[in-house]
């Protein structure tokens, strides 16, 4: 781009400064709360959210040219009741901070938030974290229940009768278990 004193000037990209900072930010913060992470650019991080019901919570933390983007991937679409998991997530939204359940095209449930650029800190990255945390995590085994509980029925089935470990399927054994009811 020409200026008028006929100089070649670069067109700066909105934002691209405070991208920058909020790169280093986010890489301190993972660094100093000891998080697993990678880095695929500038401002962008895949970082893993190790849990206690959902193994881990794969989430990512990307800077654009006005805001951070929080996505993590929770589950793939239910089997069934579909409707009823939805409406699960939706009374859900209206009490989360900072991230909203989602879903894509294909049915697949994610948790999505945007902050603004100058919103970005140590301590909100933490609460974003948390947040996404403890809403896969805390929630998945009711989501698991309510879209895939046929699955978890025949798989409980299968293993009992084979003499398999039954063990990750324990949270489930109220409703899968023949043996309980």
Known sequence: ???????????????????????????????????????????????????????????????????????AFVMRHPDEHRERLYDFLLQRNARMYGVAFSVDPSGDVYLVGRVALSSVSPDEIDRLLGAVLSYADDN??????????????????WRAARGESLANLQPFARFADPDRQ
Not at 7 to 35: K, M
């Open 140 to 157: 998945f085994d009711a989501m698991l229940e309510i879209g895939f509980a046929g699955s978890i029925r025949r798989e409980w089935t």
């Open 1 to 71: 781009m020409s200026g008028r004193d006929g100089s070649q000037r670069e067109r700066a990209t909105p934002g691209a400064g405070r991208r920058s900072e909020v790169d280093a930010v986010i890489r301190s913060t993972l660094d100093e709360r000891g998080l697993e992470y990678q880095r695929t650019g500038e401002g962008s991080y895949l970082v893993r959210l190790p849990g206690t019901h959902k193994q881990a919570t794969m989430c990512w933390l990307v800077a654009g040219d006005h805001a951070l983007l929080v996505e």
